[in-house]
């Protein structure tokens, strides 16, 4: 079974600079995605960025990035320039399988200060 | 494009009573559909999966089932709700691109 770690229950940054939230993995699959989705006050999930487990390269989204290290199974969530709009919870999570069945962790609230 | 309804955005239910939630899917046809519930606080578990008409996988043992009578409606349901079946509920369908979820339900149990 694959299991997903956010081991930050709640972050804060300053409005302008950058934050990042840990994620970590395990898996048996050598074949997986891994997500970062947020969730604002209105509780609507949000894809935020994804990353394929074959690709070497990090994901990027506008100030949005990951760092991903699969040897580590780490999938950290970089944001930059961070915004007030961007005080919610982030959500890490796994997808392997032919169905795509996706594990979350448990979030990390982040909150912007202004 | 596609998109996702489900409905309705907020309940209030007695205990003992049942229930019935819908979520439908439009712009794509035979998606993996899912029920996700969030309880206070805590992160999303699933609960059914289905990959198509009639299929349908229970990840947790508990009071609800669901049902899938078409492509792209998926249903939640209870007999009977328990105090503990209160929280917010998200129905979603999948692709490689990443999960697609739904304005969810607030399920409160009374």
């Known amino acids: 079974a694959q299991t997903v770690t956010q081991s930050q229950p709640e972050m804060s940054v300053q409005e302008a600079e950058t934050v990042t939230l840990s994620c970590t993995y395990d898996?048996?699959?050598?074949?997986?995605?891994l997500f970062w989705y947020k969730q604002p006050p209105s509780r609507q999930m949000i894809l935020v960025i994804r990353?394929?487990?074959?690709?070497?390269q990090n994901a990027t989204e506008n100030r949005f990035s990951v760092n991903f290290q699969k040897a580590a199974k780490s999938f950290s969530l970089k944001i930059s320039d961070s915004q007030l709009g961007d005080a919610a919870m982030y959500f890490c999570?796994?997808?392997?399988?032919?169905?795509?069945?996706?594990?979350f962790g448990i979030g990390t609230k982040l909150q912007v200060i202004p | 494009s596609q998109t996702i309804h489900q409905w309705p955005a907020t309940l209030v239910q007695p205990v003992g009573s049942p229930l019935s939630l819908e979520c439908t899917v439009e712009g794509t046809s035979n998606p993996n559909l899912y029920w996700y519930r969030q309880a206070a606080g805590r992160g999303l578990q699933l609960l059914f999966y289905?990959?198509?008409?009639?299929?349908i996988s229970s990840e947790v043992p508990q009071n609800l089932s669901a049902s899938r009578p078409q492509d792209r409606q998926f249903i939640l349901s209870s007999k009977k709700l328990l105090l503990s079946d209160s929280g917010f509920y998200l129905c979603?369908?999948?692709?490689?691109?990443?999960?697609?979820f739904g304005s969810g339900t607030r399920l409160t149990v009374v």
């Open positions: 898996t048996s699959e050598s074949d997986y995605y």
């Open positions: 999570a796994f997808a392997a399988g032919g169905y795509q069945k996706v594990t």
């Open positions: 979603a369908w999948s692709t490689v691109y990443g999960y697609t």
């Open positions: 289905s990959v198509g008409i009639g299929q």
């Open positions: 990353q394929e487990a074959y690709k070497q």
